[in-house]
T-cell receptor, first 113, second 115 residues
Framework: GDSVTQMEGPVTLSEEAFLTINCTYTATGYPSLFWYVQYPGEGLQLLLKATKADDKGSNKGFEATYRKETTSFHLEKGSVQVSDSAVYFCALYRGTNAGKSTFGDGTTLTVKP | GAVVSQHPSWVICKSGTSVKIECRSLDFQATTMFWYRQFPKQSLMLMATSNEGSKATYEQGVEKDKFLINHASLTLSTLTVTSAHPEDSSFYIC???????????FGEGSRLTVL
């Protein structure tokens, strides 16, 4: 079945550091890939997405490229801020799994001033 | 983007009572909504898929009689935790997929504490 594996956390960085959170997936066909972010005490919200191979999703300085050859969708940001502290979830959607998405376990990021 | 709203944001109840959590899609119609439970270590557990006008589809290991799901309209799904016990204390989140694109819109979450 489908699966998503995320880099284990927690990740602690200093402000302005470079961020990478690794995400790899297993799925048949051509899934759409997503990064969701959850700020403390809130639900999740979409951060960025990519629907086909080599697409790059970007938002708020974050980027991720859909790499089919390595089945990866790593999240990157060149310079993190304290306000980026949150839990990040990688997810995939194939459209044939009764509409369900498959999520990774989440990675907690803490950015210190 | 589309908006999904949950209510209440937090609720405290006594053991043995039932609690209802509502999930509404405010600006779109959602034939399918999803209910999750989030544990303290942050992972999301899909509990069930709520289908408008039909029975919910529960994930393996989720008690149907414990977690009652009703999706009576295209904009409202409810989760009722029946005879709640302290081990049911958790953060419950709903989501909806607005146009079968795979993009999910999440509610704000509901923190349940059972005393």
């Amino acid at each position: 079945g489908d699966s998503v594996t995320q880099m284990e956390g927690p990740v602690t960085l200093s402000e302005e550091a470079f961020l990478t959170i690794n995400c790899t997936y297993t799925a048949t066909g051509y899934p759409s890939l997503f990064w969701y972010v959850q700020y403390p005490g809130e639900g999740l919200q979409l951060l960025l997405k990519a629907t086909k191979a080599d697409d790059k999703g970007s938002n708020k300085g974050f980027e991720a490229t859909y790499r089919k050859e390595t089945t990866s969708f790593h999240l990157e940001k060149g310079s993190v801020q304290v306000s980026d502290s949150a839990v990040y979830f990688c997810a995939l959607y194939r459209g044939t799994n009764a509409g369900k998405s498959t999520f990774g376990d989440g990675t907690t990021l803490t950015v210190k001033p | 983007g589309a908006v999904v709203s949950q209510h209440p944001s937090w609720v405290i109840c006594k053991s043995g009572t039932s609690v209802k959590i509502e999930c509404r899609s405010l600006d779109f119609q959602a034939t399918t909504m999803f209910w999750y439970r989030q544990f303290p270590k942050q992972s999301l557990m899909l509990m069930a898929t709520s289908n408008e006008g039909s029975k919910a589809t529960y994930e393996q290991g989720v008690e149907k009689d414990k977690f009652l799901i009703n999706h009576a309209s295209l904009t409202l799904s409810t989760l009722t935790v029946t005879s709640a016990h302290p081990e049911d204390s958790s953060f419950y989140i709903c989501s909806a997929n607005s146009a079968n694109t795979g993009e999910l819109f999440f509610g704000e979450g509901s923190r349940l504490t059972v005393l």
